[in-house]
C-alpha cells in the first residue's frame, strides 16, 4: 500500500455523504484519497460532484441484472473487477441502495464500510429515520459500521447522537442526522485509514 489508502465510494444518489468525504481527502494530511466512484444509477446526482473533482466514476446500472441470487452476483462481479482494476483497498458505501452478495462481503471482509441513519442496532433497514420517529424514541443518530453479510450489521465503528424535539418531522430530523453522519464519516474513513497504513 502506498502512504494513502485507495477508496472507492459507492452511491445511487444525491450523494452527499460522498461529498463529505471527498472534501475530506482532498486536506493534504488525510490517510485516504478517493480512487474511484461507482454508481447503480446513471442519474445520480454525486456523480456530478466526482466529475467536478476529477474523480474516476464508473455506472453498472443494478436495473439490467435480475434480483435473484444470479443477478446479484453478476453484478457484484462487474463492481469487483472495478475495484482490482483501480487497486482499492476500502470501499465505502454512501447511500448505495443494493444489498450486497455474501460472494462480494466476504471477499472484501473488513474492507467495506457503511453509514446509517440510526444508533445500531436500532432501526435497521430503508426507513430507519421515519422508523425512529413513528417508534417515539427521544434519541436517535447515526452510525458508522464494518459491512457483512446481514444488511445494517456488522461491527460498529462511531455513532453520534442526536436528541428528537417534539416539534421534529421526518424533515427536520433526517436534516439534523445527515449534519452528523457528514462529520462521523469522514472521521470513521480516517481512523480506519490510518489503522490500514500502520498495519502494513
Ligand atoms: C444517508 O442518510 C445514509 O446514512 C444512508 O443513506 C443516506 C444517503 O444520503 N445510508 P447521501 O446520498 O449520502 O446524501
Not at 485507495?6 to 463529505?20: E, F, K
Amino acid at each position: 500500500m502506498a502512504n494513502k489508502v485507495r477508496v472507492a465510494v459507492l452511491i445511487s444518489g444525491r450523494g452527499s455523504n460522498m461529498r463529505a468525504l471527498i472534501d475530506a481527502c482532498n486536506e493534504p494530511d488525510f490517510p485516504a484519497q478517493i480512487c474511484l466512484i461507482i454508481s447503480n444509477k446513471a442519474d445520480a446526482e454525486g456523480l456530478i460532484y466526482a466529475k467536478e473533482n476529477q474523480i474516476p466514476t464508473k455506472i453498472i446500472e443494478s436495473k439490467n441484472f435480475s434480483k435473484d441470487e444470479n443477478g446479484r452476483m453478476e453484478f457484484d462481479k462487474l463492481v469487483f473487477q472495478e475495484i482490482v482494476n483501480h487497486k482499492i483497498d476500502l470501499v465505502c458505501l454512501a447511500g448505495f441502495m443494493r444489498i450486497l452478495s455474501k460472494w462480494f462481503v466476504e471477499n472484501l471482509t473488513n474492507k467495506i464500510i457503511n453509514i446509517h441513519p440510526s444508533l445500531l442496532p436500532s432501526f435497521k433497514g430503508a426507513n430507519a429515520v421515519l422508523d425512529a420517529l413513528k417508534a417515539g424514541v427521544k434519541i436517535t443518530g447515526c452510525t458508522t459500521h464494518f459491512v457483512t453479510e446481514k444488511m445494517d450489521d456488522g461491527p460498529i465503528i462511531m455513532q453520534s447522537a442526536i436528541e428528537i424535539d417534539v416539534d421534529d418531522n421526518l424533515e427536520s430530523l433526517a436534516k439534523k442526522i445527515l449534519v452528523q453522519e457528514h462529520k462521523i464519516y469522514p472521521q470513521t474513513l480516517y481512523l480506519i485509514s490510518k489503522k490500514l497504513l500502520n498495519s502494513l
